[in-house]
């Protein structure tokens, strides 16, 4: 009697078929559900990755092009020198730029479109030359000489340092300074 209440398992293709015929219908990309989450999800990273190419372009640009702009035309309409200010250890490769009222510095290899340092023509002294001694004597070329500068900018702030120079830089740099009376430098209009 027992045995009749009991009932033997179907075999496993039968068991197998009565549940797909008891389970909700499976489509084809519930069953790929691996392959197409892929997919979906390298569409959904494929505007994300565009927008961080242009966010990285954006940061970049403005940085290449301010060092394109020192590199090439500050060094080329401007003299070569070696900058040092007050209480700085470090000498700093730059260039220099003589206008009719200042004199800009620019450091080679700043990232800013404007001079590092600008100092008023009336207001610039120039300090007994010295020769290079020292560590100094490692950057320092044959004939160039080291002459302390001090002048205010344009916040009015004395700004004091020294300037590595050859002799040829050295008479430029002299006779700008001497060529014009304050009586001749004309102030800045506001704009």
């Known amino acids: 009697m027992l045995a009749t209440t009991l009932t033997r398992p179907p075999p496993l293709g039968v068991a197998s078929a009565r549940l797909r015929r008891q389970a909700p219908s499976l489509t084809r990309s519930d069953r790929c559900h691996g392959r197409d989450h892929r997919k979906e999800l ?9 927008i961080l190419g242009v966010v990285i372009l ?3 640009a403005p940085v290449v092009a301010a060092v394109v702009y020192r590199l090439v035309f500050i060094r080329h309409n401007s ?3 070696l900058t040092r200010e007050s209480g700085d250890q470090a000498w700093r490769y730059g260039a220099v730029r003589y206008s009719d009222t200042d004199v800009s510095f620019y450091r ?12 008023d023509r009336r207001t610039l002294t120039l ?6 001694t020292g560590p100094e004597l490692d950057f320092a070329e ?12 344009r916040r009015g702030r004395t700004v004091e340092g020294e300037i590595c120079l050859g002799p040829s830089e050295l008479t430029g740099l002299l006779s700008w300074v001497e060529a ?3 009586d001749q430098i004309r ?5």
């Open 42 to 50: 390298s569409r959904l990273t494929a505007p994300i990755e565009v």
């Open 58 to 60: 954006l940061v970049l």
């Open 79 to 81: 003299t070569s020198v």
């Open 108 to 119: 080679l290899l700043s990232v800013r479109f404007r001079p590092d340092v600008r100092l």
């Open 127 to 132: 300090g007994r030359r010295r020769q290079p």
């Open 142 to 153: 044959d004939g160039e000489v080291i002459v302390p500068f001090s002048g205010s900018d």
């Open 180 to 182: 014009c009376s304050t």
């Open 187 to 191: 102030p800045r209009r506001r704009r």
